[in-house]
């Protein structure tokens, strides 16, 4: 979800609610403690210089149970973040607590912001020599011998 479609649905709702990928719902006195522009600039195990910028959200579940962010005060964040740090309508980043400080994508579902869960991902594969995921012909359940895909 980008900058600008999650200021729409904003827009249009009276409350704001996190799901986590399990299901569960992060507890309705989280805060929103920032929103910032990471950029990550790297090289990939294949030699190609790439960068990346994301808008990130912090979600942080607080002991303030008698205040709740509503969704024209996230959209003054939003705006003020995009004024102050100059965010163009970039892919947002959740990073909430969990075992550890979990990084996911945001889509939603109609009644929720969804955290989805983000994974890694060899960018050369090509250049790595890592063989293509083969697929199983569609009505069987094993490879025929020798044919490469077990």
């Not at 249009?12 to 989280?30: A, D, S």
């Not at 600039?41 to 509503?70: M, P, S, Y």
Request: charged share 25%; glycine share 6%; aromatic share 8%.
């Amino acid at each position: 979800m980008t900058l600008s479609e999650i200021k729409k649905i904003l827009a249009n709702t009276k409350t704001i609610q996190f799901e986590l990928p399990n299901g569960n719902l992060v507890p309705r006195h989280f805060h929103v403690t920032e929103v910032g522009k990471i950029s990550k600039h790297f090289i990939d195990c294949g030699g190609t210089v790439r960068k990346e910028e994301v808008a990130n959200f912090q979600l942080w579940n607080a002991n303030d149970f008698d205040h709740r962010l509503h969704p024209e005060k996230l959209m003054d964040i939003i705006e003020l973040s995009e004024k102050t740090l100059g965010l163009e309508d970039m892919e947002i980043e959740v990073e909430y607590q969990g075992q550890t400080i979990e990084k996911f994508g945001l889509d939603y579902d109609g009644w929720n912001f969804v955290l989805t869960a983000k994974n890694t991902d060899c960018l050369a594969k090509e250049k790595c020599n890592i063989p293509p995921v083969k697929v199983v012909a569609s009505g069987t359940n094993s490879c025929a011998p020798n044919s490469g895909c077990c």
